[in-house]
């Protein structure tokens, strides 16, 4: 069983309204006003927690759809670069995992509050399986009762027809909350081997610290 940072947490309606409701009302701002003032909202969201990462994703796939309405000469990814420090690659991780899942009809209304619920890292897993429509609606329903990664690593590569391998060596690599980095292979314990200033206000300082943990795929407690 997977450790309780992988685990499901059920959302409030403060919460649901922070993904959906809100980055609503900063679009119908940013359609009278410009791109602007929707970027620096997604700078407020950009170090937040893990709900304000799902609202993240869904402000920037509403940029992109309506950005060549804004008149500005920057192309989208340059200015989310220019604002947040992203690099091409995360803005479209955070654009696809909008994209394929949650803007996705052929997923099902019922299992996406269930996803909002999880990290990021665990549902996106599940972007290139709803892209490519991987998933029987009896792949969504597991998906719907699914608690952690594992569960839903198990439903893709039963979907995919392939056997997953365990490797008893596996690294894994955590960030708590504090900034303490640890570490385990396989089943050992963790151990702590480093820790990272997440108290630091720089840009630069932010997106190197995203670089790292996106690059060397770091678990977020």
């Given amino acids: 069983m997977s450790e309780a940072h992988d685990s499901i947490i059920p959302l409030g309606n403060g919460e649901m309204k922070l993904v959906y409701d809100s980055v609503d009302e900063i679009m119908d701002k940013a359609n009278l006003a410009g791109p602007d003032i929707a970027l620096e909202y997604a700078l407020r969201l950009r170090a937040e927690g893990q709900v304000r990462g799902y609202a993240l994703a869904h402000l920037l796939w509403r940029l992109k759809q309506q950005w060549k309405s804004f008149p500005t000469d920057d192309d989208f990814e340059d200015a989310v670069w220019k604002k947040l420090g992203f690099s091409t690659d995360t803005t479209c991780r955070y654009v696809m995992s ?121 678990i977020r407690r």
């Avoid at 009896?138 to 392939?162: C, F, L, N, P």
């Fill in 98 to 218: 909008w994209d394929d899942i949650f803007s996705n009809e052929k997923v099902p209304a019922s299992v996406k509050p269930h996803l909002l619920g999880m990290p990021m890292n665990t549902t996106y897993a599940l972007a290139a399986p709803a892209r490519q429509d991987e998933l029987t609606a009896e792949h969504w329903e597991e998906v719907e009762q699914a608690t952690d990664k594992q569960a839903i690593d198990e439903i893709i590569h039963k979907a995919r027809g392939t056997e997953k391998k365990e490797n008893p060596n596996m690294l894994v690599i955590m960030l708590e909350k504090d900034g303490r980095l640890r570490c385990r292979k396989g089943q050992e314990k963790y151990e702590d081997f480093g820790y990272l200033n997440l108290e630091k206000e720089s840009d630069a300082v932010k997106a190197a610290i995203d670089r790292l943990l996106n690059k060397g795929g770091v």
